[in-house]
């Protein structure tokens, strides 16, 4: 009987003790978490991603609520223009990587080489004004500023005339210098004022890397924005194709600027009318 229970205890001993010693390969894999979602920041809605392109959305803009944008979208503006031998190199550099930014012209610039003018407009980019001469609307009383907004409009639309393609009703306040008064004067107008979000400052003088590493800095601290360059500076002709590189490499996605009314002053092109 004592030999009988000796042998059953080995056995059992036997049997609890490969029980505990199967190899970590016999057992069932660990469960996987299904699906784990980044969370955003609370401040700046996103939006699915359109492709791995450079090439974001288009925003259909009639009023200044409507410049809304996600994390990782950006609007390209270029002021000053249109100048010979700096325009056509970033239009040359805008294409190559499938993109459209807004032209924010000066009526002086507009009226010296309305050639280039068109040549904007016939490549699908948008074009507001800048007043006819880049003055202070600030401090040049309400009168004059009005007078400087028309003037600058008129030039604009006059360089357009051979073609089908007019001007977005956009403007821009040279110096960034408005007031209330001129802001509710454009809003009863129509016009919607576009202002940018984050300044490249390229009319300091900077070579085109520190353009270009100072917009991008700025960009990812704020998530997305409305990028002001100036299409007048060889600097910013020269940093641009580098900049849409890195765009593109960290994951922004260039936002195109409308009008909403696809009639009147407000039609961009005829290419929206089609």
Known sequence: MRRSLQVLAACLAFLS?????TRP????PAPKLAFAPETP???????????RGLAG???RVSSEADLVLARNEVVLTFDDGPMPGKTPRILKALDAHGVKATFLMVGQMARSYPGLVREVAARGHTIGTHTQGHANLASAGFDRAVEQIEQGRASVAAALVPTSFRAAPFFRFPYLADTAALRRHLAMQGVV???PTID?????VSSPDQVKSRTISTLQQKGSGIILFHDIHMRTVEMLPALLDELKAKGFRVVHLVPASRTGESVLSAA???
């Open 17 to 21: 003790l490969n029980a505990c010693a």
């Open 25 to 28: 390969d016999d057992q069932p």
């Open 41 to 51: 920041a609370p401040d700046i809605m996103t939006f699915p991603s359109l492709g």
């Open 57 to 59: 959305r288009t925003i």
């Open 193 to 195: 004022v576009v202002d």
């Open 200 to 204: 490249s400052k390229d009319y300091f």
């Open 272 to 274: 929206l009318t089609q």
